[in-house]
């Protein structure tokens, strides 16, 4: 538990940084607007090329993790879909639930596996990302499209802004470099290291600065709902299957971290683009957040002391 704690930590100490910075409106509110788009357009796309491009893919078994990922993330959508009416639910509440449920926040997933795993960590993680990154949103725009929120249009358009993700974008991009064996030569594979140094750090700092605290105050079924499944039902189910299916400490490690991962603030802009409930989605994702402090070391910890 130590370990793990000391490995986790900082992150956290960034984090809760934001959001100690956001209220000292330090530098002020334009300004962490743009660095949000620098880290997540150029600083975290070059941190994913810089990886992905050098990676040794012999370090990890991709295809058991990958696999596990995807399979419990169909399996969550289907069982929350099927559900849906006997969550005693309205539909837009349900639709944040859902995201809250679904979604993940790759900074802390990318620095959790860095923290834990380093170079292994990131390249299992960089790999997860390029695979969850494109299947969460088309589960959750279809989400919205089955319960009218957005219609085919909607659909359409999460395609589109999918060809153009930065992180997917990323992935692809490294992962070509590194099969065809162009990898990063000369300057290259320093300068996109250098930058790619920043991402991890900024991105966690930004994670806090997006937290609002005051969308806490009269959090009620659906906001716990959202966090049971996310800290409970699916770590527990990906720590089961995994450790019986043999899945290697890294691939295990990442894959539990993932499923155990506070949800992506994106998910606020979908929530007010397709008629979700906002303010909830808001409290889902601070709760969430403050939440994978304390639990997060937790699961990590019990991970470490199976596999011991």
């Not at 834990?116 to 390249?123: E, M, P, Q, V």
């Not at 990906?238 to 994106?266: D, K, N, Q, Y």
């Amino acid at each position: 538990m130590l370990a793990v704690s000391h490995a986790l930590g900082p992150l956290f100490l960034l984090i809760l940084t934001g959001t100690v910075l956001r209220r000292l409106r330090f530098p002020d509110e334009q300004f962490w607007h743009g660095a949000e788009r620098f880290i997540y357009f150029l600083l975290f796309p070059t941190m994913l090329i810089s990886t992905l491009a050098t990676a040794d893919f012999g370090q990890v078994a991709f295809t058991g993790m990958v696999t596990l990922l995807a399979g419990l993330l169909l399996l969550l959508a289907a069982a929350l879909w099927l559900l849906r009416h006997r969550l005693g639910l309205d539909i837009p509440s349900f639709t944040s639930v859902f995201q809250g449920a679904l979604r993940f926040n790759t900074y802390v997933g990318l620095a959790g596996a860095a923290a834990l795993y380093g170079d292994a960590g990131i390249t299992a993680a960089a790999v997860a990302i390029a695979v969850m990154v494109p299947l969460v949103n088309i589960l959750c725009v279809l989400m919205f499209v089955g319960t009218d929120g957005g219609g085919q249009s909607g659909l359409w358009n999460a395609v589109k802004a999918l060809a153009k993700n930065p992180l997917l974008l990323g992935c692809v991009v490294g992962i070509a470099l590194n099969v065809t064996g162009i990898g990063l030569p000369g300057w290259s594979r320093d300068t996109l290291g250098l930058a790619g140094q920043a991402a991890l750090p900024l991105g966690l700092i930004a994670v806090g600065v997006a937290l609002q605290l005051k969308a806490l105050r009269g959090t009620g079924r659906a906001f716990w709902q959202a966090c049971t499944i996310k800290f409970a039902a699916l770590p527990v189910l990906a720590l089961l299957v995994g450790w019986l299916t043999g899945l290697g400490e890294i691939e295990l490690g990442v894959v539990v971290l993932f499923t155990a991962l506070p949800t992506a603030t994106s998910s606020y802009i979908l929530a007010r683009q397709m008629g979700g409930n906002a303010p909830l989605m808001a409290a889902i994702i601070t709760g969430q957040t403050l939440l994978a402090m304390a639990v997060l070391p937790v699961w990590m910890s019990l991970l470490a002391w199976l596999q011991a």
